[in-house]
């Protein structure tokens, strides 16, 4: 039986996407080969890279907005590096949301000068600091829109003059944003968009080429933009197991519609942590991720007891991040409402048992 898996990442992927992307393994649409054993110069892979990138233009509603989007190896990690690498010239500001930031912060640091105008370090980044003072003299700022470790999430994006590029890793797709606001963002895509071993960049062009260091050629966005995404062998798997769970999130209804699932599911949560006396949220109310919900318990002797009822209902993947302790349930676009009230059905089994 399939467990109800709220996972971090890798994590959860809708099962018509998991069903389609094992027969493409076997045989891709009737072409007697298997997807992974086909060139990636092959018609039948350009027009999967092609449809993968222009389904994400269109989800995201940047067409003809001088955006490109390219899918690029390494990680979001990579990201932390590639986007100073690209575009810090003099000066960027960073905003220290957690684990996740502090490291794109140590890579910039690597090229230029680091502004970090905020930061909930103070509170063990258990909400999300005010973004104004913003300088105009900074070559970008750079956010975390959510933090998959804390369980935050920005609910809004002031406007802001210099450009802003965001680690989208964790959120991408699960809410309408306007994502013109943006001049850059990233995501590698095991947390909400497909398998690991690919990263989504969207990319405003207007904004490159404007440093003076020279920049290696597989690090380097125009490279991959004049490529399409095929400046060595892409992950082919990867790629076309996200092109799917893209069609999927169509087929859904689109973000509007995975946004509201989204928020009925975080709702359905959060009501049983704040109302269940043995489980705190972690999180401040008002700054709670509706993608990873992060909570403790009162009493973490009682842990052992959790734990095996989680483990009895079928539930993987609620352990908490080292740095939080407690539990993380990740309830990403493919987690179903049924796998909430399984959850909140455990919870509430524990209270009744230690009353
Ligand atoms: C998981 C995660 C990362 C790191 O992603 P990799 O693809 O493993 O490099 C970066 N940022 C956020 C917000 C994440 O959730």
Redesign the pocket.
């Known amino acids: 039986m399939k467990k109800h898996n709220f996972s971090a990442?890798p994590s959860i992927l809708p099962k018509e996407v998991l069903e389609d992307a094992s027969k493409s393994v076997l045989e891709l649409d009737n072409t007697g080969l298997s997807l992974i054993e086909i060139s990636h110069r092959s018609k039948e892979f350009i027009s999967i890279m092609e449809e993968a990138t222009a389904r994400v233009l269109k989800i995201t509603e940047l067409q003809n907005k001088g955006y490109k989007a390219i899918f690029v190896q390494?990680?979001?990690?990579?990201q932390f590096l590639m986007t100073a690498y690209n575009l810090l010239e003099a000066k960027a500001a960073y905003i220290n949301t957690g684990t996740?930031s502090v490291?794109a912060i140590k890579e910039a640091k690597l090229l230029g000068n680091v502004l970090e105008i905020s930061s909930s370090q103070d509170k063990n980044f258990n909400y999300i600091p005010e973004m104004n003072n913003i300088p105009n003299d900074i070559d970008y700022l750079h956010i975390?829109t959510?933090?998959?470790i804390f369980g935050t999430q920005y609910k809004s994006f002031p406007d802001c003059s210099p450009p802003l590029i965001a680690?989208m890793?964790?959120d991408i797709f699960s809410r309408k944003i306007d994502f013109s606001k943006f001049d850059l963002f990233y995501a590698?895509a095991?947390?909400n968009m497909g398998p690991?071993g690919v990263?989504l960049v969207v990319i405003k062009e207007s904004l490159l080429n404007k440093v003076s260091r020279k920049i290696p050629t597989m690090l380097n966005y125009s490279s991959y933009i004049k490529a399409d995404s095929m400046l060595n062998t892409p992950p082919v798997f990867a790629v076309y197991t996200t092109l799917l769970n893209l069609r999927w999130i169509e087929s859904q209804g689109g973000i509007n519609e995975l946004e509201k699932r989204n928020l009925k599911k975080a709702e359905l949560l959060y009501a049983e942590i704040d109302r269940n006396s043995f489980f705190n949220g972690f999180a401040e109310v008002k700054d709670r991720s509706h993608m990873n919900v992060t909570f403790t318990l009162n009493n973490e002797n009682l842990s052992d007891d959790f734990n095996k009822i989680c483990e009895n209902n079928n539930i993987s993947g609620i352990k908490g991040h080292r740095s939080v302790g407690g539990y993380r349930a990740s309830i990403y676009n493919a987690l179903t409402i049924e796998s909430i009230n399984v959850l909140i059905n455990c919870m509430q089994q524990f209270e009744k048992l230690n009353k």
């Not at 390494?74 to 990579?78: F, H, P, T």
Request: overall charge positive; aromatic content about 4%; hydrophobic content about 20%.
């Open positions: 990442g390494g990680g979001a990690s990579l996740w490291k975390t959510n933090n998959t680690d890793s964790s590698g095991q947390k690991a990263t």
